[in-house]
C-alpha cells in the first residue's frame, strides 16, 4: 500500500470517527449536545482536525443523515415483500418508516429536521436518498399515474405522522390505525 493510499484510509476513518461521535452524542444527549469543541474531545483530535474534514456541525450532521438515508433506504427495502399484495406492502413500508423515525431519534432529527445541506428532486441527489425514495415509490406505483407526486404526499404525510407524534401532539395508541387510513387513501379504498 502506497503512502497516498494509506493517508486516504485514514482520512476516512477519522471521518468516520467524527460521524459515529456525533451520532452517539446525539442519541445520548440530543443534537445541542454536537459541537465541534465536544466532538474534537470525543475523539481526541483538535478542533482544526475537525474542520480539515467538515466545514461546520451542519455538514457533519449530514454526513450523519446520509448515513440514515442509507440505513433507511436498507429498512423499507426490507418491508417490501413479494408475496405482500399491494395495499398490504403501503401499510408495510408505512410502518417501517415510523419504527425508524421512533427507533433513532437523533437520526430521523438529522435526516428531517436540521440543516444539512442534502436535497432531494436534483441531478445530484446522492443515492442513499434517491434509493428510500424509490423504495417508497414501488409501493405507491400501483395507485397512482404521478408516482413521484404520490410518493412525495405519502413522504409527506409518514412524516407529519412520525413528527406529531414524537412531539405528543397526536394519540400513538392510534398508529396503527392512522396507518391503514393512510393506506386505504393511497389505494382510493374507502371504509
Known amino acids: ?48 482536525v ?35 399484495t399491494p395495499k398490504q406492502l403501503v401499510e408495510d413500508v408505512a410502518t417501517a418508516y415510523l419504527d425508524f423515525a421512533f427507533a433513532r431519534p437523533a437520526m430521523y432529527e438529522a435526516m428531517f429536521v436540521l440543516p444539512t445541506g442534502l436535497r432531494f428532486a436534483r441531478s445530484d441527489t446522492p443515492a442513499q436518498l434517491r434509493e428510500g425514495f424509490g423504495a417508497m415509490a414501488t409501493v405507491i406505483a400501483p395507485f397512482s399515474k404521478d408516482v413521484d407526486t404520490a410518493t412525495e404526499t405519502f413522504w409527506a404525510a409518514l412524516h407529519g405522522l412520525a413528527q406529531l407524534e414524537r412531539h405528543g401532539r397526536i394519540r400513538p395508541a392510534f398508529r396503527a390505525h392512522r396507518i391503514t387510513l393512510i393506506m386505504q387513501m393511497v389505494s382510493g379504498q374507502s371504509r
Open 50 to 84: 475537525l474542520y480539515s474534514h467538515f466545514q461546520n456541525r451542519d455538514e457533519i450532521v449530514g454526513a450523519v443523515a446520509l448515513e440514515g438515508f442509507g440505513e433507511l433506504a436498507a429498512v423499507l427495502r426490507v418491508a417490501i415483500q413479494p408475496s405482500s
Open 1 to 48: 500500500m502506497g503512502i497516498s493510499e494509506r493517508k486516504t484510509r485514514e482520512r476516512e476513518e477519522r471521518e468516520r470517527r467524527i460521524v459515529l461521535a456525533a451520532r452517539t452524542i446525539a442519541e445520548r444527549e440530543g443534537w445541542a449536545s454536537v459541537t465541534i469543541r465536544r466532538l474534537a474531545d470525543e475523539i481526541e483530535f483538535s478542533q482544526p
